[in-house]
């Protein structure tokens, strides 16, 4: 059973910009979600939003500029307004690293599935990793433009 989704990119920008296309609320609905309501601080469970594919609450976890940011969402469970935090739910972590010439490698973890009911673990992992890999896609070209 795999329990974590690993992904790195390298982006041709400083840390500072990085982190602030995570963090911002004005620029992470740029990539990312489509919307996003409420409070986008550690502690707060602010409310994703991706169009018809429904709304996901998530819990910042931790902040720390500009190496790292993570929250935790109920993965699979489209249309799920309640407490991030009583159910089981995976750890979604961004690292930004220097890397060379001024470029950052992102790298991308989410785990915890072994910890999801046995029949949504196979279908969360798949929808997420996949999903990551188009979500990164875009976090890169938000740069390219």
């Known amino acids: ?11 041709n920008a400083s840390k500072e910009r990085i982190y602030e296309a995570i963090t911002n609320p004005e620029q992470v609905i740029k990539w990312f979600p489509e919307t996003l309501e409420g409070e986008y601080t550690v502690g ?9 594919n429904g709304k996901n609450p998530i819990y910042v976890v ?27 739910n995976t750890l979604v972590e961004f690292n930004i690293t ?23 673990i196979e279908t969360a992992f798949r929808q997420n990793s996949g999903g990551w890999d188009f979500m990164l896609g875009r976090l890169e070209k938000f740069f390219d433009a």
Not at 73 to 86: C, F, I, K, Q
Not at 109 to 119: C, D, K, N
């Open 1 to 11: 059973m795999t329990d974590t989704i690993s992904r790195e990119i390298i982006i």
């Open 44 to 52: 707060s469970q602010p409310i994703f939003g991706f169009g018809e």
């Open 62 to 88: 931790a902040a720390s500029p500009y190496d790292y940011f993570a929250f935790r969402w109920v993965p699979g469970a489209n249309h799920y307004l309640g407490d991030v935090l009583s159910v089981p």
């Open 98 to 120: 220097e890397h060379t010439d001024g470029a950052c490698k992102v790298t991308l973890t989410e785990s915890g599935f072994a910890s999801l009911p046995e029949e949504l």
